[in-house]
Nanobody, 125 residues
Framework: EVQLQASGGGLVQAGGSLRLCCAASGFSFDTYGIGWFRQAPGKEREAVSC????????LYADAVKGRFTISRDSAKNTAYLRMSGLEPEDTAVYSCAADYDRKILEHLPSRFSHWGQGTQVTVSS
């Protein structure tokens, strides 16, 4: 069974940094690409970033380009989202998801089959 567990969220002041972790189990980590998504209260879930399994190709939403960095460590079966220059608008529940590279590059929540529970990120002004 594919399992994903996001962690690392918390309360941070504007301009601060956090590193989110997505621990994967139940499948060969190099099989799937990983995506990060977020959902703020009253808003739809939106794509933040994704990284493929084969080539490490990355995609970022315009709102986070230059501030967030996605990575993955196959030895630890873990993907990361390093967030810096955080803004109050980044406040949301962040979740990680997994699926085949050909699907994740569409960068749409509907294209991801496997989801983990989210972690809350709150940025104070």
């Amino acid at each position: 069974e594919v399992q994903l567990q996001a962690s690392g969220g918390g309360l941070v002041q504007a301009g601060g940094s956090l590193r989110l972790c997505c621990a994967a189990s139940g499948f060969s980590f190099d099989t799937y690409g990983i995506g990060w998504f977020r959902q703020a209260p009253g808003k739809e879930r939106e794509a933040v970033s994704c990284i493929t399994s084969k080539t490490g190709k990355t995609l970022y939403a315009d709102a986070v380009k230059g501030r967030f960095t996605i990575s993955r460590d196959s030895a630890k079966n873990t993907a990361y989202l390093r967030m810096s220059g955080l803004e109050p608008e980044d406040t949301a529940v962040y979740s990680c998801a997994a699926d085949y590279d050909r699907k994740i590059l569409e960068h749409l929540p509907s294209r991801f089959s496997h989801w983990g529970q989210g972690t809350q990120v709150t940025v104070s002004s």
